[in-house]
């Protein structure tokens, strides 16, 4: 194949790379055992008769059983082959030999008859070509050398698109092709398996990102960069990663890191299928990841990860994708929730309902690609019912919405609270919606405000303190049904692990999720994270310093909303309390949100008045406790029990209340009021 001559004009319709390169191992093989084994068994002949009319001399217009004319027409023809077998001899500049191998690969995949050919070419039980019979082959077919301590170093296995197999002597190894890369080589362009498509979405992208995409096409087409790293919200990064492929022209395939890692031939298929590839990878802080190069056969890569960790690769850029501005976020609702299937009635009143959903949903930190889809959920849900898309729709999509990943470290508290829900004293009622507006208006603080505040984190973090049972969880649980956001119980044993390393990896996944879904993470016992440090002599407080350290900043950075809870503002250390944006102590319940406790708690089935009023003024219980009451109470007198009668909101018993208001005294260690004990006397 060295400078080969120009084919004639009547070969061109048969430069086929599948056909010839089928005709050229079959034909190749047959010679080899007629010179190698005097007298070929009839799988050689059974092997020649399975193409007739589509051999090597047919196809070539040589003289039959002449392989040197057949190598001198083969040589010839090579450089004007069509398809991506053709690009791929051009590219690593292949011999007649090493095509051959390369055939000899990927054919010995797809057929049987070649199978049984190579079987009694070499040792029994050896299906495959080894590098002893690829080495014999190219001597003696082409004269050329191809010895089996070259081929580990050859550019077909450096380029990934061949594979050395085995632990033994190199001339006991074999030597493969992946079946996918022959197929695709052949002609055959489906994705590969672990591999898919990536759509092109319409979803709404931030605006500056945009103005970014020509001069990024530009660059990867030009090979000015080979790498474009996405930095953000793991669907924001698919999103604008395909989008960058339709800008260059070419389709996305999407991928895991570790598949491109593990197959090493997708290089190769990526190149001359024409795909983009973009893969997705997870890092924690102080990680690396080292893209592998393949010099042979250069693709450009599109990585989409998150905040942490480091990509090393050459020519490498990294995009970080900014978050859509309130502008472009309500746009993009506004967008999405205008569907053409909305049912029939009064168009100002639906007019209406959506603009209080986008004005409620724009709070919501959300990138382009996650509006999309819960819009799509939003106006499903309406149109199973029957409704105009409204807040009901939306806080259900995002209840449900993209938790799969988060509920490794995190379970959903799905819990709505009420106005009656959560009962709290005047003054710290105020402090609750002060906190409230704050999350609200995260967004917007800084308009207006000083250089300093230009840009700062629009996240929120408060710490709620109180004794167990005081309403910390529940007082989570309103404030994140007053801003409709779902919220996430942050589970510390499964973030926690005792290898260096994973639980800081823990952490930034959770926190890179929930930013992701705009959810509210609740910590409880936060103590455990930001107890007092101690002075770092030993090894295992160091490491907790730093631990609680990088925690610190990671939440400082985080845009969302992060509660943490402590039975004891005592136990947090000190230095930590300027990091919180909000601070609420959660007091025991006086006599009046007892009471208001009790009503809210017994609600219809509630006894006289008189005596929830006794048991508020000298039973100073939390409302963790009373709850737990009710439900003890509910238990030994159903609302079943009232059935018969056709009363099913029967009041409790007092005497049912009474006995399991005392029961909830012995569970906790503490001795019940006279009071209580002269009630159940009395009852």
Known sequence: MNAPATPHPQSA???????LSRAFVHTGIAHFAKLSL?????????LAASHAGDDLATLLDTPRDDWHAACVALARVAPDLRGPLGRLLADLQLQLHEWFALALCGENESSYLLNLALAELQSPGALRPGLHLVAAASDALFGAPLPPLALPNHRLVRAGVLDVVGDGPMPTRTLAVAPELWALLCGDTNAWRDTAPLPVSDAVLPQSFCEQLPSLATMLRSSATRHVVFRGARAAGLAAAARLAAAVGRPPLQMEATTWLRQPALAAACRYAGWLPVLALELGPGERHVLPDHPALAVPLLIVTGRDGAVEAPALIEVDLPPLSTHERRGAWRAALAANDEPPGDMQSNAQVNAQAIEFAGHALLDGPTVHTLAERVRLDARVRGETPGLAHLRRARAGFGSERLRQLAQPVTREVGPDGLVLPDDLLERFDALVARCRQRESLSDGLGASLAEPAPGVRALFCGESGAGKTLAASRLATLLGAPLFRVDLSAVMNKYIGESEKNLGRLLDEAAALDVLLLIDEADALFGRRGEGKETGERYANMLTNFLLTRIEQHPGIVVLTSNSRGRIDSAFTRRFDAIIEFPPPGVAERLRIW????????????LCRQLASYCTLPGGHIRNAVLQAAALDPAEAGKETGDTTRPIAAEQLVAAL??????????????????????
Request: zero cysteines.
């Open 13 to 19: 319709p048969r430069l086929d790379g599948a056909r």
């Open 662 to 683: 005392i029961d909830e005294y012995r569970k906790i260690g503490r001795t019940p009021p006279p009071q209580l004990m002269h009630a159940r006397g009395t009852t």
């Open 599 to 610: 009503q809210s708690h017994l609600g219809q089935r509630s006894p006289d008045a008189a």
């Open 38 to 46: 005097g007298a070929p068994s009839a799988v050689f002949d059974a």
